[in-house]
């Protein structure tokens, strides 16, 4: 069921079918006088990809007849619907930039089967022009990075190789990546004549302290680093300057005040939806304006675009330069990805008649975003012995959700508030944003019963950021367990005392007030309250473990706790530093593989075989009982 199966069943199916070559760039001109005039280009880009290749399901609002909106089910996403989208644009639009602006990797069975291959494979049907990393393309240190460049730059028949680009990471001597050519600080590419510099920057701290890069292999400042090349850059005469960010919309838009000389930023890391305000009437809540337009460091005029996450949109921006090489004018749209195959979100609802279907796609083509797209039939060829062997793997339902399980990394409404794909149902409840993420605490819950049953447990510590995707009513496959929880870890018991604890869940807090809501913790058996206005050491109170009895009794400073986690906390790794302190025979490695742990944990829910129910846990078993920002 796991991942010894994985490459079995992926040679099988992959040894007997055939993969052609990809669709290439059609720009094969590249002229070498540079000319001083206006000009236009228009990019083209997602980010935070993570793995996800197949369409998935998108609810809706939707007008069925006038002034009457229903909750409609349709197809979205999918990597072979941006190859279609992406190609056709860059065959029609003038002077296209294809980028993809990180994190491609980690977050799919497809990852789990050939860590990277099938990613690289669908990306070259693409044939983008740029590629910067994300913190998850560390996942599985250099060596798992390395063979992902590798297959970006071997799969495929594109003419013009993707640029992987990282301004600020420099490659210890232990990398196979030392000293190598294959991650460049920057690449310049030309369109009618004019050089435009493309720069990358990977988000430092959380790389380094949230991923595994090799030990050696650091990562500098971001805005010091882009402030160095941007003027290198321009004293080569070259100026019109694009940063690809994986760092984050709102340390996106610092950098955008902060650097002179800066025009773009195409962004990843927060899976960001910027898009027309409008937007909300589907039941789709964006954060912000596509482009958001704003003032570099001299005064000039700095787009900042991002596009969600998982393949759901192509970010498509215009942007015009005059000819001192300033942004005259940036527009443009965040194209949401869908079909035309509506239904009725409702079970057993009536079909959709035709006078209904016209008013939707009506409604669809007046809202400035969501856009009819069909699958790429060749990005569909090179996909399909991927997706076979995903299949095979994952095809066996191991539980039902007697309801929708929201995904949220922080309680509250102004932190991560558009992370959950189920839409306002979840990113608007009440509920999430007092208390967060209904499968956060059932993956907590799930620890701690496991770690109950191999050295009786405590209490169970999990990050926010490490549990990856909803959980909507309806059928729990294997395939989505391993989606939810789609890194490599293994659950580490832990012997800590209760100040032990109280420091770790303060440092992870700590991370969070400075913007890395993936810090925030979840656990099972200890519960707290939240007030962010506090300084730090004082932002978590009330530590109240539950007994054996069920009783919450409050955490003893002095006491020793049986605690379970993960090894990648338990490393110290995404900030919570006070853990990596416990060592020696204070630190047991279970072994146990943490999607395997909370698969255990379903087999053993109430019910029958094939049809455990999956529903979320009392009130008083949520971590966060009260939460102020």
Partial sequence: MTNKYAKVIYGIVFSSMILVGCHDDKDDEKPSVISKKPLEVNILHINDSHSHLDE??????????????????????????????????????????????????????????KEGEAEADLMNTVCFDSFTLGNHEFDNADAGLKKFIDFLNNKGNCKNKTQVLSANV????????????LVKPYTIIEREGQKIALIGLTIADKTKNASRPNADTIFHDERVTAQKYIDQLKQQGINKIIVQSHLGYGLEQELARQLSGVDVIVGGDSHTLLADSKLKNYGISPEGNYPTLLKNKDGDQ??????????????????????????SNCQGRANVLIDDNFKRSAKDAMVLNSQELAMIRQDVAQSNTLKIVKPDPYALRILEPYSIAKALLGQEKVAIAEDNLCLRRVPGSSKDTSRSVLGDVCNKSDFIHQHGGDVQQLVAEAFLQQGKKY???????????????????GNITVEKIYTVLPFKNTLVQLKATGQEIKAVLEDAMDAVVKNNSGSYPYAGGLTWHVDLTQAKGQRISNLQV????????????????????????????????????????????????YAEAFLQYIENLAGNKGAKQLKRLATEQYSTQRYKE
């Fill in 56 to 113: 998935e399901t998108l609810q809706l609002l939707l007008e069925t007849s006038a002034g009457t909106r229903e909750s409609i089910q349709v197809s979205n996403g999918g990597f072979a619907r941006v190859a279609a989208f992406i190609n056709e644009l860059a065959g029609t639009e003038k002077n296209p930039i294809k980028i993809h602006a990180g994190d491609a990797l980690t977050g799919d069975l497809y990852f789990t089967l």
């Fill in 170 to 181: 420099q490659f210890g001597a232990s990398s196979p990546l030392y000293k190598s050519d």
């Fill in 302 to 327: 700095v787009c900042v675009v991002q596009a969600w996450q998982y393949a759901y949109v192509v970010g498509q921006l215009k942007v015009n330069f005059d000819a001192d090489g300033k942004v």
């Fill in 455 to 473: 050295f009786k447990a405590d209490i169970s510590i999990q990050n926010g950021g490490g549990v990856r995707v909803d959980l909507p009513k």
């Fill in 546 to 593: 539950r007994n054996a009895q069920g009783q919450y009794q409050a955490l003893n400073p002095n006491q020793y706790y049986q605690v379970i986690t993960i090894n990648f906390l338990a490393d110290g790794q995404d900030f919570y530093s006070s853990f990596k302190n416990i060592t020696g025979d204070r630190r047991v490695d279970v072994g146990l593989d």
